[in-house]
């Protein structure tokens, strides 16, 4: 039988208490046992960012993180960034400059903007490019999704803080992912 340790995690607002191999990356406990599927998995190898979350306000890759290193954290993910009756502004924006294709890396690139413009709320473009080069888009579509997070910073409302989740928010993040949004 494999060795399991406790993990208490906060996401998105609520406590979660899991057993967990010591092994389990913090992405395959966000979605396979918390069901939170709008973050991604696109490479497993800590190259593509599909798998962006915030872990103590600080945009991490959760395949690059094992999920009892984040014991004792608070996560969040592209279902607690807002809601569809209330997006984040960066989530608004991605919606007003079509910076989605696939929706694919979409999560990860809206959980990289807001990491950005909570630590910089006005970059430059070429310090939003910075910020999203750890992050991929296999549909190239890069331009709108710079476009997206400058216009996230111009309403100066990108680096408000994160909504605290709801029980409707959560539940409405299949809403969110029918419009690539949330997953
Ligand atoms: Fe984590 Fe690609 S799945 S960086
Ligand atoms: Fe398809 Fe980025 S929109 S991978």
């Not at 967990?20 to 046992?33: G, S």
């Not at 918390?34 to 890759?61: I, M």
């Not at 607690?80 to 991605?94: I, K, N, R």
């Not at 999203?132 to 910073?153: F, P």
């Amino acid at each position: 039988m494999s060795h399991r340790v406790p993990v208490r995690l906060t996401v998105n607002g609520v406590r979660h208490e899991l057993d967990v191999e010591p092994r389990l990356l913090l992405v395959h406990a966000l979605r396979d046992q918390l069901g939170l599927t709008g973050t991604h998995v696109g490479c497993d190898t800590s190259n593509c960012g599909a798998c962006t979350v915030h872990l103590d306000g600080q945009a991490v890759k959760s395949c690059t993180v094992l999920a009892v290193q984040a014991d004792g954290g608070e996560v969040t993910t592209i279902e607690g960034l807002g809601t569809p009756d209330s997006l984040h502004p960066v989530q608004e924006a991605f919606w007003d400059h079509h910076g989605l294709q696939c929706g694919y890396c979409t999560p990860g690139m809206i959980m990289a903007g807001a990491d950005l413009l909570q630590r910089n709320p006005d970059p430059s473009e070429e310090e939003v490019r910075r910020a999203l080069e750890g992050n991929l888009c296999r549909c190239t579509g890069y331009h709108n999704i710079v476009k997206a997070v400058m216009a996230a910073a111009q309403t100066g409302r990108g680096s408000i803080s994160e909504p605290g989740p709801t029980a409707e928010g959560r539940e409405s993040a299949a809403e969110l992912a029918q419009e690539g949004l949330g997953a």
